[in-house]
């Protein structure tokens, strides 16, 4: 017999069982495992699993949400229960060997009648007067990109300014003096009504209602290989009504190159309306930043070979594609190969797992990553686009090209005439490629003209030109 239970004070789920005391318990979840320290023995034998983690040398912070499994060998878990309990930062439930985890939202708000009542405020509210900013990154899964690039120059420069983070849950890191608010908590929706800036890399979603005075500056999270919006395959008049009107949000679209503002203007409709041409935030890391602090975080050696597979996601399916066996690739590169599922894929799926191999998709800054890798391995993502700033070799892994040129997506141009990497369709090919030490010299000229296109506003001063006109056009006071 088992039972459960939760000790507030001390944030535990706490699971005791009698006979013999278990050799190991674990708590399991989408993109989080805890371990349970284990106590007593004989007749009785306790499992403690903290309800926190602690990643890539970061603080302590309430497990992601979701659904968790409490694995304990030999341990009847049919009876163990906990009703919904509000922890500051998360709401858990047992339910046997099955926990949920939530944000720590008042139940009476997660209704359809809760989110209306909440949603006829923030469109009753004045807002738009605070002197602050409302970021999102990627739906608040992450904080990174752009917009956290943004959010670290506009502290530095002006202190006074609030920075609102959006996220789904606590265990999304903030930057330092950020606040953090929860996607559908009433502070969410103070605070995206009440900052006069909102800085976002996606959609905005759920009911949005511009304040008089307030703006919004998409910053986008990508300069584009594949087709994006109105110029997607096949006709669809409620994608393209929805395109428009997510469009005319904005007030301001920011673009890495005069390539992706040429793309980004025409694929948004996004015309009569500023697109800052300015460089990309996020790639200002790789000009100034130090690899060895972001290996020493990971765990890797300063002397070893890292490998980033980054693919993109697929329109056709949830969880991150599996075209490389990376405990394999690492055996036969004697490398540390890191794997980074696309922020679509976060939710799916569990991390990856083997001998020098490190699942980095939660990881909160693709740019560090970046920097870390000695080479790339990636297929139409566009971080393509943010890695030839560091001039490192790039392997492109696409087995599904005509597939995924042909029918699900299509191309703004040909990648096989200008790649600037080996353009592969196996493991055994990109292993290959990643022995031939021929292959950067081979690709050099198309490497060259590729920077030219597309890097030479990526100079490590990015965030700053951007902050200089959110102050000079009086977005924000100092």
């Known amino acids: 017999m088992t039972t459960a239970r939760i000790d507030e004070a001390a944030q535990t789920l706490i699971v005791a069982g009698t006979g013999p005391r278990p050799?190991?318990?674990?708590?399991?979840?989408?993109?989080?495992?805890?371990?349970?320290?284990?106590t007593g023995g004989g007749k009785t034998w306790t499992a403690t699993f903290r309800l926190q983690a602690a990643r890539w040398g970061g603080p302590a912070l309430p497990l992601p949400s979701g659904r968790y499994e409490i694995r304990i060998a030999d341990a009847d878990l049919s009876e163990a229960s906990v009703a919904?309990?509000?922890?500051?930062?998360?709401?858990?439930a047992v339910t046997a060997d099955v926990v949920r985890i939530a944000p720590p939202i008042d139940p009476v708000y997660e209704s359809a009648e809760g989110q209306a009542t909440l949603e006829e405020r923030y469109i009753a509210q004045a807002g738009g007067t605070e002197n602050a900013v409302f970021f999102e990154s990627f739906y608040g899964r992450s904080v990174g990109?752009?917009?956290q690039a943004i959010d670290r120059e506009l502290a530095a420069r002006a202190p006074g300014v609030r920075r609102y983070w959006s996220v789904v849950d606590f265990s999304v890191p903030v930057p330092e003096g950020a606040v953090a608010v929860v996607e559908g908590s009433p502070e969410w929706w103070r605070a995206r009504g009440a900052a006069r800036l909102l800085i976002v890399n996606d959609w905005l979603r759920r009911r949005f209602a511009r304040k008089p005075g307030q703006k919004v500056l998409q910053t986008w999270h990508g300069t584009p290989l594949k087709r994006l919006a109105l110029h997607r395959p096949g006709f669809d008049p409620r994608r393209m009504a929805a395109v428009v009107k997510e469009s005319r949000r904005w007030d301001v679209l920011l673009a890495q190159n005069t390539y992706a503002e040429r793309i980004l203007r025409k694929a948004y409709a996004f015309f009569g309306r500023p697109i800052w041409v300015d460089g990309y935030p996020r790639n200002d890391a790789l000009v100034t930043g130090d690899p060895q602090v972001v290996r020493a975080a990971l765990g890797i050696g300063a002397d070893e070979r890292v490998l980033l597979y980054a693919p993109t996601w697929r329109d056709d399916r949830s969880e991150m594609v599996d075209f490389v066996d990376a405990e394999r690739l690492a055996e036969q590169t004697d490398a540390v190969v890191l794997v980074r599922g696309h922020s679509r894929t976060l939710p799916e799926g569990r991390d990856h797992a083997g001998a020098r191999v490190i699942d980095v998709t939660g990881y909160p800054e693709t740019s560090q990553l970046l920097l870390a890798a000695d080479a790339l391995i990636t297929d139409y993502s566009s971080v393509m686009f943010d890695f030839s700033v560091t001039g490192k070799p790039m392997y492109f892994l696409v087995p599904d090209i005509e597939h995924y040129r042909g029918t699900l997506r299509g191309f703004y141009f040909d990648l096989v005439e200008r790649a600037p990497g080996p353009l592969v369709r196996t493991q055994e090919e990109l292993v290959a490629a990643l022995r031939d030490e021929k292959s950067a010299a081979a690709y050099a000229s198309r490497y060259a003209a590729w920077r030219r296109?597309?890097?030479?506003?990526?100079?490590?001063h990015a965030a700053s030109r951007v902050v200089d006109r959110l102050l000079d056009q009086g977005y924000l006071s100092r």
Do not use: I, M
């Open 84 to 92: 919904p309990t509000l922890l500051p930062g998360l709401r858990v």
């Open 453 to 460: 296109q597309f890097n030479t506003l990526d100079d490590g």
């Open 23 to 38: 050799a190991h318990a674990e708590l399991v979840g989408p993109r989080a495992r805890v371990e349970a320290r284990l």
């Open 145 to 147: 990109c752009n917009p």
